[in-house]
């Protein structure tokens, strides 16, 4: 997997490797069971600093996407809870999404769509 940063972004870098990973599970590119990089081996690649990288697998990790131990490092989960609900921030998130594509005039059809599209796994 591919990870991309944007340092010129307003989202904390750990939340976007945070959320590079979650859809990297969601589409299947990362695999129940598949290793992770070591978050030295991460940061050094990303060339970000090691506790970011820390913070990112500690979030996944609370959130029950991952599990590490000292041995095995950190490996997507080989089960993740499915609680069949949309969190509140994520409501919110989404909230924002719509209302910016409705005062860009993206026509309704256009983002039902592209919601399609990501729920099927497709990228851009």
Sequence with gaps: MIVRIDELSDIPIYLQLRNQIVMGISSGELEAGEKLPTVRDLALEMGINTMTVSKAYQLLKTEGYIMTD??????IRNEIKKEAYISDANK???????????????????LLSL??????GGRD
């Design 115 to 120: 919601v399609e599209k990501y729920w099927e």
């Design 70 to 75: 000292r041995k095995n490092g950190a490996r």
């Design 92 to 110: 919110t998130e989404l909230k924002r999404i719509v209302s910016e594509a409705r005062i860009s005039g993206v026509e309704k059809q256009e």
